[in-house]
């Protein structure tokens, strides 16, 4: 089983940013299911929907609703995924899910996948 830890949610006015963080065991990288972790997130009485991937060669993908907003990066040494989340809107509020997965952009489908951090966009 991989554990992967989410951090960095929180509560912030409209307009703002906050950084969510994704901690991934070392082991992650020696299993070869894995080539990509991506941010999911699900807002109260919507479907779960993909945010943000990025592959382990850094080949990134975003959602038409995030573009230009939103920025996904890893740090392969400390085996860490952030997401930037800059000029937030109160639709932005959603728990937030870290994965890791196989494929990239549509293809990427998520396997582990970790506990969840809520952010909150008040207008």
């Known amino acids: 089983q991989v554990r992967l830890v989410e951090s960095g949610g929180g509560l912030v006015l409209a307009g703002g940013s906050l950084r969510l963080a994704c901690a991934a065991p070392?082991?992650?990288?020696?299993?070869?299911?894995?080539?990509?972790m991506g941010w999911y997130r699900q807002a109260p009485g919507k479907q779960r929907e993909l945010v943000a991937t990025i592959t382990s060669d850094g080949n990134t993908n975003y959602a038409d609703s995030v573009k230009g907003r939103f920025t996904i990066s890893r740090d392969n040494a400390k085996n860490t995924v952030y997401l930037q989340m800059n000029s937030l809107k109160p639709e932005d509020t959603a728990v937030y899910y870290c994965n890791a997965g196989k494929g990239r952009s549509s293809e990427y489908r998520p396997i582990y996948w970790g506990q969840g951090t809520q952010v909150t966009v008040s207008s």
């Open positions: 070392g082991s992650i990288s020696s299993i070869g299911s894995i080539n990509a």
